[in-house]
């Protein structure tokens, strides 16, 4: 287990914390006026490999060259001049630090981040971490990498789970949730929508299916995998005859034919390694999906609030009503999504250029 201590002065700054992946909302941005609950488990850190939070700089004023050596490929809207590492915890796990008042940003009901770091070391005033608790953000702690050093601390890290004893957990991410809003003229209040989770997931492996696609069209599973990803591949892909197949696959699924060309599998949530299948199927793309996510969709949960055809047996009743249910379709998370696609290699490639274009005209509002 490790600890995170000011690297100016070395007063401890967290509890002992163990790493686990950076979860695949960690950037999100969901909605207006939303509440969202804390992003990390308590006793967790994850390390986030690119830069994050300001300063930023136009892309206009940033040299190609430089971008790709930084990992993005296609043009953005501005580039974070931050230093990349950062590691995000729990704002419950931080210890030794005081708020920053005239780095609050341009917050609405909290902290933003926008300002740059806004939490100081108690001990010796060096900013090292950005509180970010405003509405519609995931509620974290983001330590600067370049002002805080891991220490190793007694204790023994949790053992990283195998496979099979993660999917027997089976705890699975539902894709319907009650979201809670900030002053309302009632005050508080919630409705229900998709997960906010799930938007985000999907919005990082449909760009990882579009790199997949080759350009081509692509047909996933019928059911809700389809519901959350075949009206975005149909409007961003050329029309035609389905080229390329893709998959659910992973641990404790029947194998894949090696006919496959894309595989929709699970990442691990403590070490971050995407699973991989042996044998003829290993050549196949492989898109990443949140565990719980792709728990859900190869098992769905009894009841889950989507329309099925036919209906009850004449004999059967029920005094329990199905969960409410969004009222729109699904929408992948476009800052995700696109967080995702300019850092991908293949972007640069000629066919993704058309995608590319399809994403600024009109077609993609119903995609995001």
């Not at 070395?10 to 509440?35: F, N």
């Not at 300001?54 to 040299?63: A, I, K, L, Q, V």
């Not at 692509?218 to 959350?228: E, H, R």
Request: hydrophobic share 40%; with cysteine; glycine share 8%.
């Amino acid at each position: 287990m490790f600890a995170f201590a000011c690297a100016q002065c070395d007063a401890e700054l967290t509890v002992p914390l163990s790493q686990v992946s950076l979860p695949a909302h960690a950037r999100q941005k969901y909605g207006s006026g939303v509440q969202l609950p804390v992003l990390m488990e308590s006793g967790t850190f994850a390390v986030d490999p690119d830069p994050w939070g300001g300063p930023w700089r136009m892309w206009d004023e940033t040299d190609l060259g430089e971008a790709e050596a930084r990992g993005i490929y296609a043009p953005v809207y501005a580039m974070s001049d931050s230093t990349s590492g950062a590691f995000v915890i729990a704002p419950g796990d931080i210890r030794g630090t005081r708020l920053i008042p005239e780095k609050r940003g341009g917050a609405c009901c909290g902290l933003d981040g926008a300002n740059g770091p806004n939490m100081a070391c108690a001990a010796c005033d060096l900013p090292v971490a950005t509180r970010v608790d405003d509405c519609s953000l995931w509620q974290a702690v983001w330590l600067s990498s370049d002002a805080v050093r891991r220490v190793r601390v007694d204790g023994v890290d949790p053992a990283s789970l195998a496979w099979a004893e993660l999917t027997e957990k089976g705890e699975s991410t539902p894709p319907f949730e009650p979201i809670a809003t900030w002053g309302g003229r009632f005050g508080s209040s919630h409705y229900w929508s998709w997960s906010p989770q799930w938007e985000a997931a999907a919005g990082q492996a449909l760009a990882h299916l579009l790199v997949a696609s080759e350009g081509q069209p692509v047909k996933v599973p019928s059911g809700l995998t389809a519901d959350v990803f075949q009206r975005a591949l149909d409007t961003l892909l050329p029309a035609g005859p389905p080229a390329r197949r893709a998959v659910l696959a992973g641990p404790g699924e029947p194998s894949p034919d090696a006919d496959i060309d894309i595989l929709l599998v699970p990442v691990h949530p403590q070490t971050g390694q995407t699973w991989a299948p042996a044998g003829p199927a290993a050549s196949a793309y492989l898109v990443p999906l949140p565990l719980g996510v792709w728990l859900w969709l190869v098992s769905p949960q009894p009841y889950l609030p989507v329309p099925a055809t036919g209906g009850l047996p004449q004999d059967v009743l029920r005094d329990d009503p199905l969960p409410p249910r969004p009222t729109y379709l699904f929408r992948a998370d476009r800052e995700t999504f696109q967080h995702t696609l300019v850092r991908l290699p293949a972007v640069r490639s000629p066919w993704m250029r058309t995608i590319l274009e399809r994403l600024t005209q009109g077609r993609a509002a119903v995609v995001f």
